[in-house]
């Protein structure tokens, strides 16, 4: 099928890391991805990787990816309250008129202060 | 730039009345998305664009039309609204669709809600 896993929900301490996890299910794709979304507003990109890396680091962000077991993961270092936010994972599928976006169902992210 | 708009933000609706939701981008992307979020189901492709003229169906079409008679616009039509399409609809753009990596860019939303 096509669905992507996430957990739905993640409570951390302001300063802790917090660890988003995603299970996608093609093999075939190419650039995953991460998206934030604020309270009320639309998704943004927050960092992909490209299939070929392992893992790629931005400032306090570090996303893993495993392709043996399709397992990609997003860690953000020293969280703060301005994180809170639904986070998705989303995997390129191919074919058609336009290769499309499978979004995770979403994890959402509280920092408690 | 002003990115990706949409209007209306919030809308609430009778069953079986018609509406249509307004999306527009001033990036001159070839490629526009619609896409409904339901809570624990991420975002679902309703329909989609691959250039002006040009409509495709997605993931979960039935119940909406949409045009894309402008490039820089795509239409999403209710003709006879249910109270399964209650939903947030967002709209998207991508420069290109065609290339492996595929940026989308995302509108605000429009909360509806279908009585």
């Known amino acids: 099928g096509e669905d992507v896993e996430q957990s739905l929900f993640l409570s951390v301490r302001e300063g802790d890391s917090s660890v988003i996890n995603c299970t996608y299910t093609?093999?075939?794709?190419?650039?995953l991805y991460w998206y934030k979304q604020e309270p009320g507003a639309g998704l943004q990109l927050l960092t992909y990787?490209?299939?070929?890396?392992d893992m790629k680091q931005d400032q306090r962000l570090t996303v893993l990816l495993n392709k043996k077991d399709k397992h990609l993961s997003l860690r953000i270092a020293d969280t703060q309250t301005g994180d809170s936010a639904i986070y998705f994972c989303a995997e390129t599928l191919y074919g058609g008129a336009t290769n499309k976006l499978i979004f995770g169902t979403g994890t959402l992210l509280a920092v408690q202060p | 730039n002003a990115g990706v708009t949409q209007t209306p933000k919030f809308r609430v609706l009778k069953t079986g009345q018609s509406m249509t939701l307004l999306c527009a981008q001033d990036?001159?992307?070839?490629?526009m998305y619609w896409y409904r979020q339901d809570p624990g189901m991420g975002l679902r492709l309703i329909h989609y664009?691959?250039?002006?003229?040009?409509?495709a169906k997605g993931e979960v079409p039935d119940g909406y039309n949409v045009s894309r008679l402008k490039k820089q616009n795509f239409l999403l039509g209710l003709e006879s609204a249910a109270p399964s399409q209650t939903s947030v609809y967002f709209c998207?753009?991508?420069?290109?669709?065609?290339?492996?990596?595929?940026?989308?860019?995302f509108g605000p939303g429009t909360r509806l809600t279908v009585l």
């Open positions: 664009s691959v250039g002006e003229g040009t409509t």
């Open positions: 990036m001159n992307h070839e490629y």
């Open positions: 093609d093999s075939s794709s190419t650039y």
């Open positions: 998207a753009s991508s420069r290109s669709g065609r290339s492996s990596y595929n940026e989308q860019f």
């Open positions: 990787i490209f299939s070929n890396m």
